[in-house]
Nanobody
Framework: QVQLVESGGGLVQAGGSLRLSCAAS????????MGWFRQAPGKEREFVAG????????SFADSVKGRITISRDNAKNMVYLQMNALKPEDTAVYYC??????????????????WGPGTQVTVSS
């Protein structure tokens, strides 16, 4: 079992930045592909970014490319999401997730085993 807890969310003005953190416990995350998802009110949970076990490859949703980076520190059991140039449409609850990273499912919620409770990000215009 892996327990995940997100932190770092909050209220920020458009154009601002936030750094989200995901702290894992229970088992090492080094064997998992790690992803970030978000869910806005009335919308489905959507993929934001993902990173391979060795940090060699990252993936991003088209809506955030160029504005968001993902990183991980396996030694600290941590995953990070640096968000810059935030827009009001980035407002959502952001979730950290761990899974096998299968090519066909890593962009979808069913591709992940473990989830954190989420952290709210609100971007004001």
């Amino acid at each position: 079992q892996v327990q995940l807890v997100e932190s770092g969310g909050g209220l920020v003005q458009a154009g601002g930045s936030l750094r989200l953190s995901c702290a894992a416990s229970g088992r090492t995350i080094s064997t998992y592909y790690m992803g970030w998802f978000r869910q806005a009110p009335g919308k489905e949970r959507e993929f934001v970014a993902g990173i391979t076990r060795d940090s060699f490859t990252t993936s991003f949703a088209d809506s955030v490319k160029g504005r968001i980076t993902i990183s991980r520190d396996n030694a600290k059991n941590m995953v990070y999401l640096q968000m810059n140039a935030l827009k009001p449409e980035d407002t959502a609850v952001y979730y950290c997730a761990a899974g096998p990273g299968d090519y066909s499912t890593k962009y979808y919620t069913e591709g992940y085993y473990y989830w954190g409770p989420g952290t709210q990000v609100t971007v004001s215009s």
